[in-house]
Every structure is written in C-alpha cells, then in structure tokens.
Nanobody, 116 residues
C-alpha cells in the first residue's frame, strides 16, 4: 500500500517560518505530480503548491512568493518551506501524489496554526 506521511506542523507566531515534509513509502518517481493542499475549518480544500516529475512548480497566487516546494527523489520526500506566515495560513496541510494513471494518494494531514 502507498503511504504519504506529513510532519513538521505546529504553532508559530505571525511572521515566523515552518518547514513541512512528506515521506512517501514508494519511489517519488511513481507520481507525475506531488503537491501540498490545505483546508481551513468551514472552507474548501485548496492547492498550495505542486511540483511535477519534470520540475515544473505551481503555486497559489495568494502566497506571493512566501512558500517554496521542493523534492528529494533519493529520500522520497517532498517539502514545503513556509515563510512570513500569516494567521490566514492556519489550516490542515495535506500531502498529495498523483500518478500518471489517474490515481490520487493523500497523507493524513498536519496542523499549522499561526497565532500570536
């Protein structure tokens, strides 16, 4: 079974930084696209960032360059560096993997809370 496990969430003050990691139980090359999504209470799940096997990155426009997605194929991990965090960034963040054969895999989620 394919498993994606997130880590690195927690409580941080506005303006602070966090680095989220997603560990895959199989080769990262299995996925055509790896991404991070987030969902706040009462709101729809939204894409934060994604990266393809070819290295093409996509970010939500509202992030304004504050977040950076990266991958380490040797370690089968995908990371999300989050800087200049704002209270509106508070949400559960989910790791997602999409295969070239239209299958989706999700992690269990990790809570990120930005508050003073």
């Amino acid at each position: 079974q394919v498993q994606l496990v997130e880590s690195g969430g927690g409580l941080v003050q506005p303006g602070g930084s966090l680095r989220l990691s997603c560990a895959a139980s199989i080769s990262l090359l299995t996925f055509s696209t790896m991404g991070w999504y987030r969902q706040a209470p009462g709101k729809e799940r939204e894409l934060v960032a994604s990266i393809t096997t070819g290295g093409i990155k996509n970010y939500a426009g509202s992030l304004q360059g504050r977040f950076t997605i990266s991958r380490d194929n040797a370690k089968n991990t995908v990371s999300l560096q989050m800087n200049s965090l704002k209270p509106e960034d508070t949400a559960v963040y989910y790791c997602n993997g999409k295969t070239a054969y239209f299958r989706n895999y999700w992690g269990q989620g990790t809570q990120v809370t930005v508050s003073s």
